[in-house]
């Protein structure tokens, strides 16, 4: 990319500014002076100093963000209407980061989002049958047989069944609530399983997509990157 891209991604200032800090000596590209704000740069290969400040020592090509998604957002990069978790994360000179998958906009919880597409494309795949893991508060009680039909895996409408999932009760504050644990990713999953049990979803919070926990020290809004440990068990 562009030199003056870049240090205007990094937050910098406007190009006119930054084409005016390159004239006055102000970027060093691999401890040479740059003299031109179009020459091209990778930041993932070259150092580049700016008032003797490193840009690039922590630069990675990918990122990874875990975000406690908060309700009343879109899981989408762009939208006319809506706020977008993407409007929620300070990206920086990140300009192709997605979520990795969707959810709804009344969801909360767990959401990855980087710009590593194949990754990406591997969680997503229903041939690797990820697992995500969902706490769900439902309108009426779930009885044991419910359990029984959301395991076995139920019709929701489509051609097939759902697959077998796994489903159990915990009691949060007095309220029952329902962990359900599922490995594909169809069109409101969650909500048309309970529907399909004759129940309805009050509230719907992602807390798991395979080796990925929710950070319950995330409030709903906030993220943080991957650890390396989180990133080794996910991929
Ligand atoms: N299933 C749903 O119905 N909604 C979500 O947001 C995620 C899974």
Do not use: W
């Not at 740069?41 to 406690?68: R, V």
């Not at 504050?173 to 599922?182: T, Y």
């Not at 399909?196 to 950070?215: P, Q, S, T, W, Y």
């Amino acid at each position: 990319m562009r030199l003056d891209k870049f240090l205007g991604d990094c937050g910098l200032g406007t190009r006119k500014q930054l084409k005016e800090c390159i004239k006055n000596g102000m970027v060093l590209v691999d401890g040479v002076v740059a003299t031109k704000p179009d020459i091209s740069i990778d930041p993932a290969q070259n150092e580049i100093l700016f008032s003797g400040e490193n840009l690039t020592e922590n630069y990675s090509k990918f990122k990874y963000y875990i975000l406690n998604k908060p309700q009343g957002v879109v899981s989408a990069t762009k939208d006319n209407h809506d706020e977008t978790v993407l409007d929620l994360i300070d990206t920086g000179y990140d300009k192709n980061l997605s979520p990795v998958g969707r959810l709804d906009k009344d969801t909360e919880g767990l959401l990855l989002i980087t710009n590593d597409g194949k990754l990406a494309h591997r969680l997503l795949s229903p041939k690797k049958h990820v697992e995500k893991e969902y706490e769900v508060h439902t309108k009426k009680f779930v009885s044991e047989s419910d359990i029984k039909r959301l395991e076995e895996g139920i019709d929701i409408g489509d051609e097939i069944p759902t697959l077998p999932a796994k489903a159990y009760i915990s009691e949060q504050n007095g309220e029952q609530v329902l962990h359900l644990i599922i490995h594909e990713g169809r069109f409101h999953q969650v909500k048309r399983m309970l529907e399909a049990i004759g129940n309805e979803v009050v509230f719907l919070k992602r807390v798991r997509m395979g080796a990925l926990l929710l950070d319950p020290s995330l409030l709903p809004g906030e993220y943080r990157e991957l650890t390396k440990e989180e990133l080794y068990l996910l991929k």
